[in-house]
């Protein structure tokens, strides 16, 4: 099955720039990429979604290098409102299940 | 518009009973999800249904029976309930399901909390 490893836990300030890495070695040829994000009591919602190279929309952007064994979500200036859970996602192998990581919590203090 | 609604919101109920946990979608998705998030707020999917077709169906107990009698609609039926069968239940909609199944959006209802004593 396909695993994600994201960091736990990270704490930021207003204004910084926060990045968060996923790992996730067994991607299939044909995934793609996939970060939500979960305030409390709340469904996630989806932030942004990527297959290669660089993807930037309104609130985020996302990198993946070549291998794409990995991906980073960048969340420029964060505001205390983006304190929440971020999930990385992407398919197994199959490309029957959908796997979540165990998400990273991210705290942003004033 | 609630986009994907889900009642009740809250259900606590005791061990051993049978309780239905509904799903709607306003969205004309094709493809609904259930999935569970448990107390470490780890999130993985249970089922997957596709215009009423069973797509997705992981390692769950059989206690747990997801039924769509129509596009729109996609409910949870578990049995024999158990304490460990405690959590968040979402359910979930996509456009459509893809040969990769990641790469549609997913839209979320805002969950149903499950307790069972």
């Known amino acids: 099955l396909a695993k994600t490893t994201q960091p736990i836990s990270m704490d930021s300030y207003e204004g910084q720039e926060v990045n968060i890495t996923c790992s996730h070695n067994?991607?299939?040829?044909?995934?793609?990429i996939t970060w939500y994000q979960q305030f409390p009591s709340q469904g996630p919602r989806f932030i942004i979604q990527g297959y290669k190279t660089k993807v930037t929309n309104e609130v985020a952007s996302l990198f993946i290098p070549a291998d794409r064994k990995s991906s980073t979500l960048s969340l420029p200036r964060v505001s205390l409102s983006d304190t929440a859970v971020y999930y990385c996602l992407v398919g197994d192998q199959a490309g029957t299940a959908l796997i979540f990581g165990k998400g990273t919590t991210l705290s942003v203090s004033s | 518009d609630t986009a994907v609604s889900q009642t009740p919101k809250y259900l606590v109920t005791q061990m051993g009973n049978d309780k239905s946990i509904k799903c709607e979608q306003n969205?004309?998705?094709?493809?609904m999800y259930w999935y569970k998030q448990d107390s470490k707020k780890f999130l993985k999917i249970m089922f997957s249904?596709?215009?009423?077709?069973?797509?997705i169906n992981e390692t769950v107990p059989n206690r747990f029976s997801p039924k769509s009698p129509d596009k729109a609609h996609l409910n949870l039926h578990i049995n024999s309930l158990e304490l460990g069968d405690s959590a968040v239940y979402f359910c979930?909609?996509?456009?459509?399901?893809?040969?990769?199944?990641?790469?549609?959006?997913?839209?979320f209802g805002p969950g149903t909390r499950l307790t069972v004593t």
């Open positions: 249904y596709n215009n009423k077709e069973l797509i």
């Open positions: 067994n991607i299939a040829t044909n995934d793609y």
């Open positions: 969205l004309g998705h094709d493809t």
């Open positions: 979930a909609s996509s456009q459509h399901l893809a040969a990769s199944i990641s790469t549609y959006e997913q839209y």
